[in-house]
């Protein structure tokens, strides 16, 4: 068990490019999640998907996000059009249905710079 | 909409004291799920303790323990016997039991551990 993972750890880009961040959770975790955690602030929540089914999305979340799970293994965030007001950490977490409710594993995080 | 709100930017301990971080929710629900997330610096977040919204018994987690207090809407955590390692940020969280898994984090409390 190598716990949950993300790519790439850093990433600058400039306004308007398009980024995307992989998360890959602990293997037999059904559920993952994706938070974003600005300077000074606690993560807010941003989706999660059980399996591959996305259950709840934020309203956060604008069109220029968009999440997938394929296969309900690893996950992928994509931010299209980047703005400055998205640099931020993105963090992934994993938990287990059947787990302790609200024990969530997170990963490192994805810090993003959008210059 | 729930909100978590750590009045505690920074908090400082001496080795071997005892601390307390402070933490206030709102909530219009019965029962619900609290919980301390400790983020080390540059690592990933992990799972300190969890209450349970309908028991009355404070939960204790090693040298960690809780002050619930549903009445007050307030949640302090009491850190025993400080460490080096237990230097971190410190979030609150709050989890509805009606929603599949969604956390909501407060600001966080930063802290130092001192010799």
């Known amino acids: 068990d190598t716990g949950v993972s993300q790519n790439p750890r850093h990433k600058i880009t400039k306004r308007g490019q398009n980024v995307t961040f992989r998360c890959d959770p602990i293997?037999?975790?059904?559920?993952l999640y994706w938070y974003r955690q600005t300077l000074g602030q606690g993560p807010e929540f941003l989706t999660y998907?059980?399996?591959?089914?996305?259950?709840?999305k934020s309203r956060l979340l604008s069109d220029r996000f968009s999440a997938e799970r394929p296969k309900g293994s690893f996950s992928t965030l994509e931010i299209q059009r980047t703005e400055q007001g998205d640099s931020a950490m993105y963090l992934c977490?994993?938990?287990?249905?059947?787990?302790?409710?609200?024990?969530?594993?997170f990963g490192e995080g994805s810090r993003l710079t959008v210059l | 909409a729930q909100t978590v709100t750590q009045s505690q930017p920074e908090m400082s301990v001496q080795e071997a004291e005892t601390v307390t971080l402070s933490c206030t929710y709102d909530?219009?629900?019965?029962?619900?799920?609290l919980f301390w997330y400790k983020q080390p610096p540059s690592r990933q977040m992990i799972l300190v303790i969890r209450?349970?919204?309908?028991?009355?018994q404070n939960a204790t987690e090693n040298r960690f323990s809780v002050n619930f207090q549903k009445a007050a809407k307030s949640f302090s955590l009491k850190i025993s016997d400080s460490q080096l390692g237990d230097a971190a940020m410190y979030f609150c969280?709050?989890?509805?039991?009606?929603?599949?898994?969604?956390?909501?984090f407060g600001t966080g409390t930063r802290l130092q551990v001192t010799l």
């Open positions: 209450q349970e919204a309908y028991k009355q």
């Open positions: 998907f059980q399996n591959e089914a996305q259950l709840e």
């Open positions: 977490a994993s938990s287990l249905v059947s787990g302790r409710i609200g024990e969530l594993f």
């Open positions: 293997s037999e975790h059904n559920r």
């Open positions: 909530t219009s629900e019965s029962d619900y799920y």
């Open positions: 969280a709050y989890r509805s039991t009606g929603t599949a898994s969604k956390l909501t």
